[in-house]
């Protein structure tokens, strides 16, 4: 896979429109983006849904522990007006709802797995099974993660994904993490990561993709480092960029 973009939309467009929502994702779109990346959450009665929390309360008008929720009531739930009125009645997409909007605008996905325990098949063969049905270009498909188990358990059920190893701090074994999943990049904070750790996690043959930067002038050294795409709130902040697409 070529990565054609340095600009990726986070959890859509997370300053455009309330985070992991269709609307989101469609203000990615018009901001200009190719990508975006969004978040997928395994809830009760085998539900995955988009979204980012462990709680219902910051971005929705629910409460309690997010994957004790049923998908009738996560159907429920205002997830818009946290963020503005224009917003009110948005709701929190299935990942299937996902899918079908992002395909709809021609846009590729970044996935990211949201688990943070061991028991990963609770999560991955479910997402892998629908990523099977419903995502038509492995091309325009990157799946990423804090856990590394659940990226191992995706790359024993589909060896073709792309898969990326997501770090808030690089640890010193990046290497061999990388090397288990055949990882396609290393996603990683940007106040974190040092020339260093750039240069040889370029060397190594991996892509290098940097979250959550909404400053370009944050991230201007970064290029030089080699870079290949920001992961960011607002694609618009970046959009003289988008000759180079």
Known sequence: MELKTKVIGHRGAALLAPENTLASIRAAANAGASWVEIDVYAIAEGGLIIFHDDQLDRCTDGQGITKEARPTDIAQLDAGSHFSADFAGERIPTLLEALECI???????????????????????????????????????????????????????????????????????????????????????????????????????????????????????????????????????????????
């Open 103 to 245: 395909q709809s605008l021609g846009l590729s996905l970044n996935l990211e797995i949201k688990h943070d325990t061991a028991d990963v098949e609770v999560i991955v063969p479910a997402v892998m099974a629908m990523l099977r049905d419903h995502w038509h270009d492995n091309d325009k498909l990157m799946i990423s993660s804090f856990n590394l188990a659940a990226l191992q358990l995706c790359y024993d059920i589909g060896d073709q994904r792309h898969l990326a190893p997501l770090y808030e701090i690089i640890p010193e074994d990046w290497a061999e993490q990388l090397a288990s999943v055949k990882a396609y990049s290393l996603n990683c904070d940007y106040l974190n990561l040092t020339q260093a750790h750039a240069k040889a996690i370029k060397a190594a043959g991996y892509r290098l993709l940097c979250y959550t930067a909404n400053d370009a002038e944050a991230v201007a050294d970064h290029w030089q480092w080699g870079m290949d795409a920001v992961i960011t709130d607002d694609p618009t902040r970046f959009a003289f960029l988008s000759n180079q697409d």
